[in-house]
């Protein structure tokens, strides 16, 4: 399949075209008959070469809106009709309640099959889905499941970076709620938020939600699927179905980092240790009998010299949450840099799922190693080739300004075009506006947001997020929204 | 020098004991109280005073408490006498203990006890928090002596905290906070907005205790290694105003490299700890020692790493502390890496701080090793000519001493020249590469003959892990110094060098001056756009050390900086402070003809304004996240955010 991949790319020439114009056409005069071979094409700009539209005619890009959380559904023109894969399912903060109506639509929309259903990684506004409805799911038949290599349960070291990582989250997320019960603010709510992003909350058998949608994707489908766990630079498989459409697949992340999780596991042993331990004893460690208790009264003066007990005692507590917030905000990029970073090819179309990879997932694809490093500045040529040449780009982590690079941003094909997943007030400074203005440049405004159409008749779409790009359909007006090549 | 010579020339005088103190001491009063009048001789040549001791003994854990029954475990530091109040509290360092989990203080040791000057401080132990307080103070104190005595000058603590916002009191340039149990958290850092540490202290896990007991709470601030690591980024910070910020992926990673042979460098100059490590594992060092000896002896390439097997005991040494700290485990597979042009790759791959420090770890413990094979070589001969057995497990007590004390030598050699370098490095942006000609350039200042080859050692050290140098000529010693000032060009008139014992304020503030204005005249000479900024002086330290010819050297070290605000550009709205800067060591020449000649810029170490920097800088704030991340209530244009959060870097993941 590589080598389909090449044909196509070795004959695309880089003048830009006016791209603006020409991507408002393309999806509406998809539905064409194809005159010429895909490899034929060899301009990807769909005005200079209407026959490369006509080769991808009926792929489609489904994006339902849910709240602060993923869920989209690629469909594939095949043989039976239409393939379709299933690219994450999930909410978390912001939840709008629509997830079971689009579950539904999903299900009707897919006929009850989907060939493949890929978690980029597991946090709950990328899985919640497959848990809450998880008798939905139990009814439709997948014929493979793709997840990102930390979670190959026969990986012993990732198993258990996996379950340190989930405990640790519990645990802050405890402390988190302990805070907020004694103070509400509005930090430490989205530091809960984050940290429950990674277990997705205690349900009420005590099983994090997160594990009952894990449990879902691992043998919860009507048909037991072939799982696989990928990292960047595997072979993907397709199923049968899709490989005979023509779609291939590259996987381009989340970068092999052995060492990493090794560490991890590591300093599990001497310093997570402290955050996991003891979920059922909600009494903070008490370090010390009462004997040695004191005031600030069994000090010298000399002691408060330059900070008065005041201050100090104010100093010290002020300290207490960065560190706990320390810990949410790693384990927060940790899991998402795991996330699987697909690249689809069809019909000399391109389209990149990134999840929610941040930099550390990105660097390796975009400069093959340490930013900054000799040798390591620049794009690598590969990068900036896929990049020049995609035509659809998942924006990364809803929006937010750490998972999409600016070199990523400025290496795109102007005139692709992007749709993002993301619901206002979950986190401050999500979306990004300034990124996503960057983006609308690229995609001469053809970025869609999932607010930017209903969810239900109730709850309308948000009128600060603009209007749908031209190039989008929303053929029921609320629930999703469709992007079709 | 064993410490108890050291600090015996820094005898506290009388006059400056801190009032509260006398009252501590009843034995001391008589003698000063009242000398009866009557007596007409006054005897000069006798003093019935009792001498001033030059150090406190004190009890500490030589790594941390797990290791227990760990022979040698257990240590007695020598700290500089002061009169201690409360807490302890001296003049460099006060503890307070003050719990932010249970919101409570704890009882304060008094270290001036009778029955504590007796036994030297409380036994060590892990139920007594008066035990810790004793501990980070002593091993504290012990760090900040080897600092200052390495750079022949006072430290002093960061007191700005950014422009904009309140300093620190008046005094904290001199005292920092200690604060052995301030929060339930597996993580201990250094705050300058605490002005302090904290250290963390956590239950280890009931089911994957590690080595600690399941369920025992676990003190950070009983690891000898982490108390040596933190105190040496408050050092770091102290001298270095602007090596906070972050500008490129060495920042961070040095500061923990740094930290982290500072600590390891000073354990290894602990020879108890060495003896019984060497005595016990003698058969296999000795075994390294013949495979290697040919290779190390000849002066060649340095290939200790691929040489070395796990089972060196110093190697074992140093991988044990990466695992006591808990978060330099990389320093274990760092250490093992062949120097190779694969090994070298690690730089290119390795971003997250504590890897990527590790690097430049193992590259000083390359050098280091390299120079302890080639100091203990002779003697193993001499061993084995004296029909030593070379296949015996054990090594003879009186050799492992003596391999103990070269090991302890060269380790403190080496820690002083690290500490030394600091001096030799921009004010701004540093890199591992800047480091290295750093070192190389203070080695030649300091030691210029270089029996040992220590600069070769270093070099090729570095070179084998892939460390290049910007703008070098090429890897050799010669291109890697930095240039020296070429005699008398320049020179600052009407600067001060003051008293060996430290500037007064006048004194400082007509250096300002003079430097400010200097700076301003000399801008194009030293390559500063004077039209982008104007350059201040964040700091200027003299300092004073005999050279091995016996001469007196006074010199001064003065960091120039210049500020420029530079918009983000590409959407993103705010600016973010881009430094220029160098460093000038400045000589102060013996008088001639009766007059003292105006001092002379020897070094200019410069960091200057490039294009390339700029968008090196502005591209690695924005790919980390430092670009958009504005904190609650702050400013959009607060430098804050540029700065490295160490309760971050530190943190449990």
């Known amino acids: 399949m590589a080598k389909v991949r090449s044909k196509v790319q070795s004959r695309v020439r880089s003048k830009a075209p006016r791209a603006g114009h020409a991507t408002k056409r393309a999806p509406q005069r998809g539905n064409g008959s194809p005159k010429r071979k895909p490899s034929a094409a060899a301009d990807d700009t769909p005005s200079q070469s209407r026959a490369l539209v006509k080769a991808a005619s009926g792929l489609r890009v489904r994006m339902y809106r849910v709240g602060f959380g993923d869920f989209f559904l690629l469909s594939v023109p095949s043989k039976a009709g239409a393939s379709h894969i299933l690219i994450d399912c999930g909410v978390h903060a912001r939840d709008l309640g629509s997830m079971r109506d689009a579950v539904t639509e999903m299900a009707k929309d897919c006929n009850n099959h989907l060939s493949l259903v890929i978690m980029t990684h597991r946090h709950a506004d990328h899985i919640s889905g497959f848990g809450s409805c998880s008798d939905i799911f139990a009814q439709i038949a997948v014929d493979r499941v793709w997840m990102p290599w930390f979670e190959n349960p026969s990986d012993k070291k990732a198993a258990a970076f996996q379950t340190s990582l989930a405990a640790m989250a519990a645990h802050l997320g405890q402390q988190f709620r302990a805070r907020l019960a004694a103070q509400l603010d509005g930090a430490t709510q989205e530091m809960l938020a984050m940290a429950e992003n990674i277990t997705g909350g205690l349900g009420a058998a005590g099983v994090s939600a997160n594990e009952k949608a894990l449990k879902v994707l691992r043998e919860g489908f009507k048909t037991q699927p072939a799982h696989d766990y990928y990292k960047a630079g595997d072979v993907a498989k397709l199923p049968p179905d899709l490989e005979a459409a023509g779609l291939t697949a590259q996987i381009l992340g989340p970068p092999i980092d052995d060492a990493l999780i090794v560490q991890m596991i590591n300093k599990n042993q001497q310093y997570l240790s402290g955050a996991v331990e003891d979920q059922d004893s909600s009494e903070p460690v008490k370090p010390f009998p009462d004997a040695f208790r004191a005031t600030d009264e069994a000090y010298g003066s000399e002691a408060f010299a330059l900070y008065g007990p005041d201050q100090i005692i104010r100093m010290i507590e002020g300290a207490q949450p960065d560190a706990l917030a320390a810990q949410a905000v790693a384990a927060d990029k940790t899991l998402n840099n795991q996330s699987l970073v697909i690249l689809f090819s069809f019909g000399g179309k391109n389209l990149l799922f990134a999840g929610d990879a941040q930099w550390g997932n990105w660097e390796n694809f975009l400069y093959g190693g340490a930013y900054g490093t000799p040798g390591h500045t620049k794009l690598t040529q590969k990068a900036a080739d896929i990049l020049s040449k995609i035509d659809f780009y998942k924006v990364g982590h809803h929006g937010s300004a750490n998972a999409t690079p600016r070199d990523a941003v400025m290496a795109m094909r102007i005139g692709c075009v992007g749709m993002c997943s993301t619901q206002e007030h979950a986190y401050n400074q999500v979306p990004r506006e300034p990124l996503l203005d960057a983006l609308r440049k690229r995609m001469n405004d053809q970025l869609a947001r999932s607010d930017q159409i209903a969810v239900s008749d109730d709850e309308q779409a948000n009128p600060d997020a603009g209007t749908l790009p031209s190039a989008f359909t929303a053929p029921t007006h609320k629930l999703f929204i469709d992007y079709n090549f | ?653």
């Open chain 2, 1 to 653: 020098m064993s410490n108890r010579a050291r600090f015996r020339c820094d005898e506290v005088s009388e006059q400056r004991r801190l009032p509260a103190a006398p009252s501590l001491q009843p034995q001391e009063s008589p003698p000063r109280a009242a000398p009866p009048r009557t007596e007409p001789p006054i005897d000069i040549y006798t003093s019935t005073d009792i001498p001033q001791p030059s150090i406190r003994p004190l009890n500490v854990y030589a790594f941390d408490p797990s290791l227990g029954n760990f022979v040698g475990n257990q240590m007695v530091t020598q700290v500089a006498y002061e009169p201690l109040s409360l807490g302890p509290v001296g003049e460099r360092f006060a503890v307070v203990d003050y719990d932010g989990g249970q919101r409570t203080f704890y009882k304060p040791v008094d270290l001036d006890d009778p029955r504590l000057l007796m036994s030297g401080g409380l036994p060590p132990s892990e139920a007594d928090p008066r035990f810790h307080q004793q501990m980070v103070y002593a091993v504290a104190s012990e760090t900040l002596q080897r600092f200052e005595y390495a750079l022949g000058r006072r430290v002093r603590w960061r007191t700005r905290l950014g422009d904009g916002k309140p300093r620190a009191p008046k005094g904290a340039s001199r005292r920092l906070n200690l604060f052995p149990h301030a929060m339930c958290e597996a993580n201990a850092f250094y705050s300058p907005e605490a002005h302090g540490i904290l250290f963390g202290y956590f239950r280890a896990s009931r089911s994957n205790p590690g080595r600690n007991l399941p369920g025992q709470t676990v003190f950070t601030c009983l690891s000898h290694d982490i108390i040596v690591h933190e105190t040496t980024h408050a050092i770091v910070d102290g001298i270095r105003e602007y090596f906070m910020e972050p500008t490129n992926v060495d920042v961070a990673a040095f500061h923990e490299a740094f930290a982290d042979l500072s600590a390891l460098f000073l354990h290894f100059s602990h020879k108890e700890v060495l003896v019984d490590t060497l005595q016990k594992t003698g058969g296999r060092l000795f075994d390294f020692k013949l495979k290697s000896e040919t290779d190390v002896a000849s002066g060649s390439a340095p290939v200790i790493q691929s040489q070395i097997g796990a089972e060196n005991p110093l190697i074992a040494l140093a991988t044990q502390f990466g695992e006591a700290a808990g978060r330099q485990c990389s320093l274990r597979s760092a250490l093992t890496t062949p120097p190779t042009p694969q090994g070298a790759k690690e730089l290119a791959t390795k971003t997250e701080p504590h890897e990527r420090g590790s690097i430049l770890v193992a590259a000083m413990f390359d050098a280091y090793f390299t120079t302890y094979s080639r100091r203990t070589f002779d003697l193993f001969r001499i061993f084995r000519a004296g029909g030593g057995n070379l296949d015996k497990s054990d090594l003879p007590a009186p050799l492992a001493n003596r391999l103990a004390i070269e090991a302890s030598r060269t380790a403190e050699e080496f820690f002083t020249l690290c500490a030394r370098a600091l001096d030799y490095c921009p004010p701004v942006d540093i890199t591992f590469g800047d480091f290295l000609r750093a070192l190389l350039t203070a080695h030649l200042d300091y030691t210029p003959d270089d029996p040992d080859h220590i600069r070769d050692a270093l070099m090729q050290a570095f070179r084998l892990r892939g460390i290049v140098v910007e703008g070098a000529m090429s890897f050799s010693e010669d291109a890697l110094f930095w240039p020296k000032i070429s005699n008398g060009r320049l020179r600052v008139p009407g600067l001060v060098f003051g008293d060996p014992n430290g500037l007064t304020k006048e004194e400082k503030d007509r250096n300002g001056d003079v430097l400010r204005t200097y700076a301003a005249e000399n801008a194009d000479l030293l390559g500063f756009d004077r039209r982008t900024g104007e350059i201040a002086a964040p700091s200027f330290h003299p300092m004073f050390h005999t050279g091995k010819n016996g001469k007196l050297y006074v010199t001064m070290v003065v960091e120039l900086v210049q500020t420029m605000r530079i918009p983000f550009g590409h959407g993103i709205p705010g600016t973010f402070p881009m430094r220029n800067g160098v460093t000038l060591l400045i000589a102060q020449d013996p008088p001639e003809h009766d007059e003292l000649p105006e001092p002379r810029v020897r070094f200019v170490i410069p960091k200057l304004y490039k294009p390339e920097r700029e968008e090196r800088i502005r591209n690695f704030y924005i790919a980390s996240g430092m670009a958009t991340e504005v904190r609650a209530q702050a400013g959009a244009d607060d430098d804050s955010r540029f700065r490295l959060n160490f309760a971050l870097l530190h943190a449990g993941v």
